[in-house]
């Protein structure tokens, strides 16, 4: 499958290695240029005007503001703008910021049922033209603290790349005792729903 050289760029508002690595190995041709959005202050603005908090709208809020700000600078291209919630109860976690909060948050989830919203925009022009977001349950079981240890040492800062502290990709695989989901939406990205939307719009081959 490869990208119809008729449509232009396609751009990945994001310089995201897990989302790289999707679109790469679906065959799809296009370039990562990341958003400069600030994700904090975007999710004060919406809890200050009283908008939606819910983590599927901050999802879909996140991923459009990078789309539209990409397709801004570069408007006759196609953009994808993707991210991606965690949510225990009425909690959204952030991505950790060192392996000490990664240990955190894994021990926070551990014995819990936590849901990870992925949502995917696509823009044209500094406009959404396409929208979607995936709910994913993950169930983590209850792993020893040594368990926990060897996980980190193993894993390294890479855990610091997820929401989650995880890659379900990799050794994040083992924390878990049951998923229901599409595998594509944890990973921070519902490939197959956005594949059909590139198609219906001839930006890939049918």
Known sequence: MTTDARVGRVILASQSRSR??????????????????DEPKLRGSLEA??????????ARALAAAKAVEVS??????????????LALGARIFEKPSDLAAARRHLLELRGQTHVLISAVVLAQGGTVIWEY?????????EFSPEFLDRYLSSAGEDVCLSVGAYQLEGLGAQLFERIDGDYFTILGLPLIALLGALRARGVIET
């Not at 801004?72 to 919630?85: F, H, K």
């Open 49 to 58: 005007s009283g908008a939606d908090c819910s983590p599927d709208a901050i």
């Open 20 to 37: 790289r690595r999707m679109l790469e190995a679906a065959g799809l041709t296009f370039e990562a240029i990341a958003s400069t959005v």
């Open 72 to 85: 801004r600078a570069y408007p006759d291209a196609i953009v994808i703008g993707g991210d991606q919630v």
């Open 133 to 141: 977001a995936d709910t994913a349950r993950l169930a983590v079981r």
